[in-house]
């Protein structure tokens, strides 16, 4: 018989003492009811024949066990400390913790061993997310060629592309950005206007891209540019991996409601990609780009669950000092905010558990990626109210990650966008266009 069992993280999971209590039995009850349903969701897929008919445990194994020990004991002795103020200094700090993830083969954790990895099953990565949520530290300054460009070249680069760039990603020693998003070509991003001639020995490539992270810091662009505009929207795409530090090149950093310059505006005129740095084949980039995209999604939710978790036990002692563990409509919030947690927490083990019966990310995913924006904003804006007036004027966590939350529903794909791949692709409903 199929059956899932969700034991990661169950433990401790809503300690909140006695405050939470009515939300403890709330949380509880749901908890089970929600259990109860997935099982059934299960039994019933397998039914369809829909889910191979292969049984799934999600407890953990001996092996699991002894990995999230290991790391436990690891992360204790190689805590880097706190973050620096000011962003040069957190971003040459989060480049020396990489540095030290990397010496010991925790950088890119999935990558197979021969690229400098662990090889590191799907389940070790689930608990290598949640030990360092857990522990505070730090995300790796090269986040995006760990998590999406490192895994793109390894899936679909040739080995010359391999040996170039893969061991600078995991040193940090060059930083990725992804330029996808254009001023017209967002949600819709395969309008995109960009555009690339071939000429001797490569080509020379001329358009804008828009919100893009860290391009200020980068040395390599995963760039999707229009190769054939004449081909089909979707078809004569090209993916390059361009070189940010060349003349023709220019990253003007945009300020956020953050205060912070975390992504950029980038102008390309004239700048010159080889052919040896095109992915994949020229025109056949969009299949790269999804590949992209998923990988993208896929390293939003991981961990996310667990920081939500430890933001509400956060929140849970905020509203403690501020005496107001009695009032029922702050019980009554907080209970909510705990019962969506342990919703979105346990889509993820759901979404967890389809990739590894069928060993890519499932349509479903949307759904923990909607869950985690609506959950940040809503617990984000609830811990500033909770202070009154004095959390508007205070420089709390509370108070920037208000800010930051609002990003959420934006990033890797809108909320709406998420509802449709749903709609389309989960509910079956037909397409709007
Ligand atoms: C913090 C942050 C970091 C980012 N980093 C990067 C990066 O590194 N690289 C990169 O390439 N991009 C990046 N982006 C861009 C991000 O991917 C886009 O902002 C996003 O895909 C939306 O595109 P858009 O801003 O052009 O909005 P649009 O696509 O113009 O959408 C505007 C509004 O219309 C809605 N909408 C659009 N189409 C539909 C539809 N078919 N059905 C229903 N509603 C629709 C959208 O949901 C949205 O509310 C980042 C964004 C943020 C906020």
């Not at 530290?137 to 998590?147: E, H, I, K, Q, R």
């Not at 896929?298 to 939500?308: K, M, N, Q, R």
């Not at 409509?329 to 979105?344: D, N």
Request: aromatic share 8%; charged share 25%.
């Amino acid at each position: 018989m199929t059956h899932l069992r969700f034991p990661v993280m169950v433990h401790g999971f809503f300690d909140m003492g006695d405050f939470s209590q009515g939300a403890q039995a709330a949380v509880d009850q749901c908890t089970h009811a929600l259990r109860v349903a997935l099982d059934r969701t299960a039994a019933q897929a397998v039914q369809l024949g829909r889910r191979g008919g292969s049984d799934l445990d999600l407890t953990l194994t001996p092996e699991e066990e002894q990995f999230r020990t290991e790391l436990r004991a690891w992360l204790e002795k190689n805590h880097p400390g706190p973050e620096p103020e000011g962003a040069e200094e957190s971003f040459q700090f989060r480049r020396a913790w990489q540095r030290r993830m990397q010496q010991d083969r925790y950088a890119g954790l999935t990558w197979p061993e021969e690229y400098g990895g662990r090889g590191a099953t799907l389940m070790q990565s689930a608990i290598f997310n949640e030990e360092m949520v857990r522990a505070k530290v730090p995300s790796a300054a090269n986040v995006l060629g760990l998590v999406m460009g490192g895994p793109v070249v390894i899936a679909h680069g040739t080995d010359e592309q391999k040996r170039r760039f893969l061991e600078p990603i995991l040193s940090a020693d060059e930083i990725w950005c992804q330029g996808f998003s254009e001023p017209d070509a967002g949600s819709d991003l395969a309008s995109l206007k960009t555009r690339a001639t071939k000429v001797d020995g490569g080509w020379k490539i001329s358009g804008q891209k828009v919100w893009t992270s860290f391009a200020h810091n980068a040395k390599w662009c995963m760039l999707l540019a229009r190769t054939d505009p004449e081909a089909k929207k979707h078809e004569g795409i090209t993916y390059f991996l361009m070189d940010m530090d060349q003349k023709g090149v220019e990253a003007r950093p945009l300020r956020q409601l953050t205060g912070e310059s975390e992504f950029n505006e980038v102008f390309i005129d004239d700048a010159f990609v080889p052919d040896e740095n095109v992915v994949g084949k020229p025109g056949q980039g969009w299949m790269v780009a999804i590949t992209t995209l998923a990988l993208e999604r896929a390293g939003l939710s991981l961990g996310s669950a667990v920081a939500i978790k430890i933001q509400l036990r956060e929140l849970a002692e905020m509203i403690r000092e501020l005496g107001k563990d009695r009032d029922p409509a702050v019980r009554q919030k907080f209970g909510e905010l705990c019962v969506k947690a342990e919703t979105m927490r346990l889509n993820g083990a759901r979404g967890l558990s389809q990739v590894i019966q069928h060993g890519v990310p499932g349509p479903e995913g949307s759904l923990v990626k909607i869950q985690w924006a609506e959950i940040n904003q809503a617990m984000t804006e609830f811990a500033v109210g909770v202070r009154g007036v004095e959390g508007l004027l205070t420089d709390t966590p509370w108070s920037y990650r208000l800010l930051r939350a609002r990003a959420n529903s934006i990033e890797g794909g809108t909320s709406e966008i998420q509802k449709n791949i749903l709609a389309e692709r989960v509910l079956m409903l037909p397409r709007l266009r």
